[in-house]
């Protein structure tokens, strides 16, 4: 599937018994259920933080917070072209993007595995930096922004964009202490 024009299909979504509350009954466990992709998206459409998990050429993860934004039913995240997360891409284009909250009762991660490609078309390129811009707002627009000039930096190459067409997501919910675990497969 090439990402310059994702075409995302819905997910199949199910429930994984194994690791939710459906097996260990507690209190208001008994109606868990997977958690529908729409769901799942909307929930982490406001997570300012992401994790990218890349492959080192001998192996090993190479783990690091980015920001990402999701666009046409893809997540996005921006890099270097020399750094690490880049280098590691061009040998293996495998990786995950994790979110989340570090609540043991309370909150949802999601996990999504995929092959990342840079983004060459620049339309597509446009649409994902409006879409960054819409989410981040003064922390990538303002000159007193965090990641100020982020779009210039992408536009000229002083930063790769990458889609990630996803393969299979994970969704950890924590609702109270009740807990479920779904797997989307596209």
């Known amino acids: 599937m090439s990402v310059e024009r994702p ?95 570090n609540s043991l009762t309370e909150g949802f991660d999601l996990v999504v595995e995929g092959e990342a490609e840079p983004v060459g078309d620049p339309a597509v390129l446009e649409e994902v930096i409006a879409a960054y811009e819409a989410k981040y707002g003064a922390h990538i627009t303002s000159a007193e922004g965090t990641f100020h000039g982020i779009g210039d930096a992408m536009r000229s190459g002083d930063a790769v964009l990458f889609a990630v067409a996803p393969v299979t997501a994970y969704g950890f919910g924590r609702d109270d202490g009740v807990y479920s675990h779904t797997r989307w497969s596209f």
Do not use: M
Not at 44 to 62: K, L, M, Q, S
């Open 7 to 101: 075409f995302v299909q819905q997910p199949t979504t199910e429930l994984d018994a194994r690791y939710s509350s459906a097996l260990n009954p507690r209190p208001g466990a008994a109606e868990v259920t997977a958690t529908e992709w729409a769901e799942a998206r909307r929930r982490v459409a406001a997570a300012e933080i992401f994790w990218v998990v890349t492959v080192r050429p001998g192996g090993g993860p190479h783990i690091t917070p980015v920001i990402a934004a999701w666009h046409a039913g893809v997540p996005y995240f921006s890099t270097g072209p020399g750094e690490q997360k880049a280098r590691n891409l061009a040998h293996d284009a495998h990786c995950a993007l994790l979110t989340g909250s």
